[in-house]
């Protein structure tokens, strides 16, 4: 017996697809949909739709934008000599929310990871080289802390360094407020050898 | 400085309105959104205006429906004599899937809550009496076994019984699997007074 009628478990159907979103989660939001107003489930359509019709990247840093430019690349406040290379927009937009980072950034869309089959010609890294033409100061690996994202940040490293700019990567430690003994052993040694004098 | 551009902003913004979908899974949702064929994308966005359009309520349970009545109600093989009283399509929804359950449903879309304003009138009861004009065995009270959900049930049960049609009530006590130790001393005793002959 079906459960809903075609329409209502298409919905469904659909939101079970996004990530996170389990059958059950999805069933709630379809409900919740459905009980909206007429014009505010129209508006998450819309919402759909028009952000990625008219989505596309940044042809500075690769961020996703509607604009040729995002706005942090448009920014005439940044310091375009600085230059903080990133997985995905996710992690752009969690050092952003810092607000004490003044550089600009270069989105990879990815890491190397030959287990994926993900190779140096799958992100953005040809872009980041070309970006390097114009005066750069300096590159910040802010790749994630795990296999892939350290194996990216030593690729970078090797190509960058011959052009002599400076490369730098972000601390890896203990988190702020972590408790020494909850702490994984990699991290108790990566924060013993990123010691810095006091 | 704004993150994202507008239409990025504002999907985020729509997914974060979703019922247990907070900041972050919004952005999480949002960049797969981005991310996915444009086809998917817009499939998204239809299933969700098609369904709100068309979605109405069965007009014999107050299920949710795109139909006069709804695939439970239009068949021929439930008995339309038992009808299984419930808060929201959601918990129909359960019971159905237990695969068992041969009668069919009438939805409140609510239980009677003083705190919230919800009285008799807001939620479908006057529905349910109308139902009862015709030829029905029994009613099965499935509202939930919180305050709301026992306080409706009371309040069924004090209108159906003096027209003669059986009321019952789903029971309560130890979920299946349930460690006697970690139930609540409510459940405890509700299962006492429930016991049943073996």
Redesign the interface.
């Not at 079906?2 to 329409?7: H, P």
């Not at 069933?27 to 459905?34: D, E, K, M, S, Y």
């Given at each position: 017996?079906?459960?809903?009628?075609?329409?209502?478990n298409?919905?469904i159907?659909?939101?079970s697809?996004?990530?996170?979103?389990g059958r059950k989660?999805a069933?709630?939001?379809?409900?919740?949909?459905?009980n909206?107003p007429?014009e505010q489930?129209?508006?998450?359509?819309?919402?759909?739709?028009?952000?990625?019709?008219?989505?596309c990247y940044c042809k500075e840093c690769f961020n996703?934008?509607?604009?040729e430019l995002?706005?942090?690349c448009a920014?005439d406040s940044r310091n375009k000599r600085i230059i903080m290379v990133v997985e995905?927009?996710?992690d752009?937009?969690a050092y952003?929310?810092t607000?004490k980072y003044t550089g600009v950034y270069h989105v990879l869309h990815g890491a190397i990871s030959p287990m994926l089959g993900i190779g140096p010609n799958e992100i953005r890294l040809k872009e980041l080289l070309l970006r390097l033409q114009q005066d750069v100061d300096e590159v910040i690996i802010a790749t994630n802390s795990s296999l892939e994202g350290e194996a990216t940040a030593m690729y970078i490293s090797k190509l960058v360094k011959p052009a002599g700019i400076k490369v730098s990567r972000i601390a890896s430690g203990i988190p702020v407020g972590g408790d020494l003994e909850n702490i994984d052993e990699v991290t108790l040694l990566k924060a013993l050898d990123g010691r810095t004098p006091l």
């Open positions: 017996m079906e459960l809903y009628s075609e329409k209502i298409r919905l159907e659909e939101f697809r996004l990530p996170g979103i989660s069933q709630r939001l379809a409900f919740h949909v459905l909206m007429q489930a129209e508006g998450l359509a819309y919402a759909i739709t028009d952000a990625r019709r008219s989505v996703l934008t509607d604009r995002c706005p942090i920014s995905n927009p996710r752009l937009a952003e929310k607000g």
